[in-house]
């Protein structure tokens, strides 16, 4: 954007020695953001093996593997704005230490769970670390580039996602097939020291200079209404019926301490975030395209798991393998997004991303338990380039939609849609999936005994082991029932996140910008007069 010759000049933002090594911060971040994408893809591909019973795992029923994912997701949004506003307030480089010091120390007790129990209880306090990593890791990087830079560092930070999502089901597979379920949380506290050292040395500390006052009640609000909601969708899934008193008591309450929030955020002479942003078509947009894509993809990436090894037959490592496409579509195409939006206007390329999300998901409908690997390596890159596509512009537009200074609280509005929409749809796709499959294999149960029926009906590890305990004769036909149940559920299930992700291409397309058109004027942030946000090491 050209800066007309009779323009003052104005001094950057960014202090020239941080400016100097402001890629070299970025790669510490993206490291910082690594652990926490790369446990939750290496979970993923674990599933099965923590469902085994001992020795092999610790016999984790579908439900309470859910709870492993969800108490960490629970935990996460609840806090992921709270963390954001203690990173603008006390400094975001304090807040990413601390986070991931506690993540490192709750992925090493949970890599020594003895019960599921233990696991969740571990998991959550992994979700407090994370909470505080997250948001900081991406206000920090508004801090340290200019405004002309950050949608390049956004596209490459976002790419990170995808180098997570690689490694961590291949990083898993890897681990599961020579050592120990426990050995895939293990993993993590290696990779936490390097990121503290590295953190401490390279990363400058930046801070709201003029954070007015606390806004206590706000803060209380958030979290009460964020862990209500959640909870009550977790549940509704756990259940798979979202009619159940205990989750309607819930989602209502929480809706209802939100609307609280709300209304108290506009009637505060101090609000802990200017509920006025929202008012803007593009911001909202953004972040409820944020949502909805998580929200489709989450359900998916669930079960895609159970269908590649239990179906399929694959071992983890092979799973994780076949995720790579996905993971490589994202590293090639996230960094350069902002190549194309500045050619098409973020409107048409994140309705196209959408459009390409939703038929990845549709092919799903069409998988079978022959489908050739070669077929599923292209959907899962199409979903990925799609994704690659989304992510990096809704991103810009959250970000910049807000002041530098409250870079921690925009972040944090960011990941709070994304974790919400992905247990919303982990614990709704979860319970169609459910739904559907315990209708379809109950007329294949007659042969099983009457004490463990209700257990061998509640997915397809259950049935599975059931049958394999029958013996040869009378468990094959039960475990190839399973298969047939199990791919109906699925199909139905990705019909439903097509459905969301289609809902997501029309909300872009009518509310995001267009192509912007060609400036003339200076920038706001190269205007005089402004005053640089406190940078230090």
Not at 155 to 178: F, K, N, Q
Not at 338 to 356: K, P, W
Request: charged residues 15%.
């Amino acid at each position: 954007m050209p800066i007309p010759s009779g323009a003052p000049a104005a001094a950057p933002r960014v202090p020239e020695a941080i400016h100097r090594r402001r890629w070299w911060i970025l790669a510490v971040l993206m490291f910082s953001l690594l652990i926490v994408v790369l446990d939750n893809s290496i979970l993923n591909v674990a599933v099965k093996t923590i469902a085994s019973p001992a020795p092999t795992g610790i016999g984790a029923t579908q439900s309470e593997l859910e709870w492993a994912i969800n108490s960490y997701t629970l935990v996460f949004a609840g806090l992921l704005f709270t963390a954001g506003l203690l990173g603008d307030r006390i400094g975001r480089k304090k807040v990413l230490l601390a986070g991931i010091l506690v993540f490192g120390i709750g992925s090493a007790l949970a890599a020594f769970s003895a019960s599921p129990g233990e696991l969740i209880t571990w998991r959550a306090l992994m979700g407090f670390g994370a909470a505080f990593v997250m948001p900081a890791t991406l206000a920090v990087l508004m801090n340290v580039f200019e405004r002309d830079e950050q949608p390049k560092a956004i596209g490459i930070w976002a790419g990170s996602v995808g180098l997570g999502i690689a490694i961590g089901p291949i990083t898993g597979g890897l681990l599961l097939e020579h050592f120990w379920w426990g050995s895939i949380f293990l993993v993590n506290v290696p990779v936490v020291l390097i990121a503290l050292i590295a953190m401490a040395v390279l990363v400058p500390d930046s801070r709201d200079p003029k954070p007015g006052k606390v806004d206590p009640l706000g803060v209380a609000l958030s979290i009460v209404g964020l862990v209500l909601l959640v909870y009550g969708i977790i549940r509704g899934g756990e259940l798979a019926d979202f009619t159940d008193t205990t989750v309607l008591l819930a989602i209502a309450g929480g809706l209802l301490v939100l609307a609280g929030f709300v209304w108290h955020e506009k009637r505060s002479s101090h609000p802990a975030i200017d509920i006025t942003y929202f008012r803007k078509p593009a911001f909202s947009a953004a972040v409820a395209a944020i949502a909805l894509v998580f929200f489709a993809l989450m359900g998916v990436t669930f079960f895609s798991a159970f269908y590649l090894q239990s179906v399929r037959g694959y071992t983890a490592l092979e799973s994780g393998l076949l995720i790579v496409p996905l993971a490589a579509a994202q590293m090639i195409f996230a960094p350069r997004a902002r190549l194309v939006v500045d050619r098409f206007g973020a409107r048409a390329v994140c309705t196209a991303g959408m459009l390409l999300v939703a038929a990845g998901l549709a092919s799903f409908a069409l998988f079978d338990a022959g489908t050739p690997v070669w077929v599923m390596c292209l959907v899962f890159f199409v979903q990925g380039t799609g994704m690659a596509h989304i992510m990096p512009p809704v991103t810009v537009a959250v970000m910049q939609a807000l002041p530098r200074e409250k870079a921690g609280s925009g972040s944090a509005i960011n990941n709070t849609f994304r974790q919400v929409g992905g247990a919303l749809g982990i614990a709704v796709l979860g319970s169609v999936l459910s739904t559907v499959y315990r209708g379809d294999i109950e007329g294949h149960l007659g042969a099983v005994p009457a004490g463990v029926r209700d257990v061998a009906g509640e997915s397809i590890e259950a049935t599975l082991g059931v049958a394999e305990k029958l013996g040869p004769v009378a468990g094959k036909p039960l475990a190839a029932a399973a298969n047939d149940a199990f791919i109906s559920a699925m199909h139905v299930t990705a019909l439903g996140s097509a459905a969301v992700a289609l809902i997501g291409a029309v909300v872009v397309g009518l509310f995001l910008p267009g192509r912007p058109p060609a400036r003339t004027e200076a920038p706001e942030e190269a205007r005089p007069g402004r005053t640089a946000e406190p940078l230090s090491r």
